[in-house]
């Protein structure tokens, strides 16, 4: 009887929407993707409201993807997001944007605006493009 008894106690508590939290409740972690397309100089850093991922070595034609851990609150649709890139002769220069992340993700293309294979880049044709929402990882 006492086993019956505490079923039923467990199930009701269960069953009750106060003390069940379904995956819908639970805020998700925001995406973020990062493509460097076809700059010759490496992302280093990519910062933004409580988050910021440093020692990042991001190469032409590779793509990096970080996951928000720390919570990003209020609108999500027009997000600051700088990114440092390692320009050789004269250190690193920062880009910035705004980042929608209203569906979740948000991803951006790192590119030499420039672009000409037989001419090396220039720190100022390094360009910052958001995109649509990336997919998730």
Known sequence: MKRLLFLAVIASLVSCSDFWWAPSDATP??????ENVNS????VKVSLRNNEFEDLNIISGTTQFFELTNQVTGDLSDI???????CIAQGPITLSTQL?????SAYIRIIDSNYDNNISMNCEDA???????APKP
């Open 127 to 133: 360009t910052i493009i958001p995109s649509l929402p």
């Open 40 to 43: 010759e100089f490496s992302v």
């Open 100 to 104: 929608d992340f209203s569906y979740g």
């Open 80 to 86: 600051n997001i700088l990114v440092d890139i390692d």
């Open 29 to 34: 972690y925001l995406n973020l993707q990062v």
